[in-house]
């Protein structure tokens, strides 16, 4: 399975960005997928989960400005940021929420958030 995430850029503090995932091969339905972040230094961590119930969760550095939504369909996954500052600033990744069930990482995708 290749998880794929595209989107990031450079935002100026108070802005927004979407960041898309494509998985390929045929697990996406069957799992809770989640966005990560990995800021320089620090260790990757879980932001936001989706369940395949349509459930999301997420951790209190970005609940209220971030939305994360999926398509199963599509094999997509999307993570719709808001009001953005500095501390944001990571590479983003794509995977299956659950430890047990992580898929081979992908590069991410980079967001910096500076004026």
């Known amino acids: 399975v290749q998880l794929q995430a595209s989107g990031g850029g450079l935002v100026q503090p108070g802005g927004s960005l979407r960041l898309s995932c494509a998985a390929s091969?045929?697990?996406?339905?069957?799992?809770?997928m989640g966005w990560y972040r990995q800021a320089p230094g620090k260790q990757r961590e879980l932001v936001a989960k989706?369940?395949?119930?349509?459930?999301?969760d997420y951790a209190d550095s970005v609940k209220g400005r971030f939305t994360i939504s999926r398509h199963n369909r599509d094999k997509a996954l999307y993570l719709q940021m808001t009001s953005l500052n500095p501390e944001d600033t990571a590479v983003y990744f794509c995977?299956?929420?659950?430890?047990?069930?992580?898929?081979?990482w992908g590069q991410g995708t980079q967001l910096t958030v500076s004026s």
């Open positions: 995977n299956t929420a659950a430890p047990s069930t992580l898929q081979p």
């Open positions: 091969g045929n697990i996406f339905a069957s799992y809770v």
């Open positions: 989706a369940y395949t119930g349509g459930g999301t």
